[in-house]
């Protein structure tokens, strides 16, 4: 199928786009990479009278340390996040994550702000964005704002960006100390949309007690989520002390929206979900503690 007939326009800066957003209203959509909005358009399962095309705006794109976090912008392309060396070195669980994300040549086009403002739940980067505390830098008419990311994923494929805004750029977190990261999910086929994910990253002193920890889940719920209970459970203890299996299970043990679909039953994903958790559990204190 092909898609209906729509509007194409270029803006040439971010707040050129801002501009068009207001100007046009719900007939309008931004175009950060296309990787998910297109196949939509074609299949006509979504429809826009016009199309704002930010691939090409430059201050949108780029990966610059800022101090205690990594600055990169929304218009980044996934491949460019999984070739840097700076991405590896400051924020691992990033670079581990973008190689899940569909093929190569999905990751060529696709871009991280895409991503988070598509919201799947199901995808990786929401949920590492939502497991390191990331901040979200949007720009609209009213001027520009930071988002942290518990408050930025309000419901499927929903976000707090306004209809008047655009998302600029991510903001993560740098941990620093002795850090272990993890990212494990599950599948049908490589490069699918995951049946239920965690993305996990923790920090342990030089006793190995744990004094951090950030957990998020993809694939279980509406959003992605942290798992909360099993963060406040880890931290302040020894992780001589952690039962993996018995947190993998706590983790999921909340969740009461774990929807059944095509691709698996809800109870199956629950026990999936649990299973991913102990596994990036037990690499990331492995990790942590040189193991």
């Known amino acids: 199928m092909k898609p209906p007939a729509f509007e194409y326009h270029r803006p040439d800066t971010a707040g050129d786009a801002v501009e068009m957003l207001a100007q046009l209203g719900d007939g309008a959509k931004v175009l950060a990479g296309g990787q998910s909005l297109v196949p939509m358009l074609a299949m006509r399962l979504t429809m826009f009278e016009h199309l704002i095309d930010i691939t090409r705006i430059a201050e949108l794109q780029g990966i610059e340390r800022e101090g205690a976090t990594l600055k990169i912008g929304a218009g980044t ?18 670079a581990r994550a973008t190689p899940l994300i569909g093929h190569f040549q999905i990751r060529n086009r696709g871009t991280i702000g895409g991503s988070i403002v598509h919201a799947d739940p199901a995808a990786e980067y929401p949920a590492v964005a939502l497991a390191l505390d990331a901040t979200l830098e949007v720009l609209g008419t009213a001027g520009a704002r930071r988002i942290q990311s518990p408050e930025f994923f309000t419901g499927l494929w929903d976000t707090a960006v306004d209809d008047d805004e655009l998302l600029t750029a991510i903001s993560f977190p740098v941990w620093s100390g002795r850090c272990g990261f993890a990212i494990e999910e599950v599948a049908r086929r490589h490069g699918d949309f995951a049946i239920a994910g965690a993305a996990l990253a923790l920090e342990v002193d030089g006793a ?21 209970a099993v963060e406040a459970e880890i931290v302040g203890r020894h992780v001589d002390e952690i039962d993996a299996e018995e947190l993998g299970q706590l983790a999921i043990s909340d969740l009461d929206d ?10 199956y994903r629950r026990r999936v979900g649990a299973v991913m958790v102990t596994r990036a559990l ?6 942590a503690c040189g193991d």
């Open 282 to 287: 037990r690499t990331a204190m492995a990790e």
């Open 208 to 228: 190995d007690t744990v004094v951090r920890c950030g957990i998020g889940l993809f694939g279980l719920a509406p959003t992605p989520v942290r798992a909360s």
């Open 77 to 94: 392309t996934d491949v460019d996040i999984e070739t840097s060396s700076e991405v590896a070195a400051t924020v691992p669980l990033l």
């Open 258 to 267: 774990v929807q059944s679909d095509l691709h698996s039953p809800a109870a």
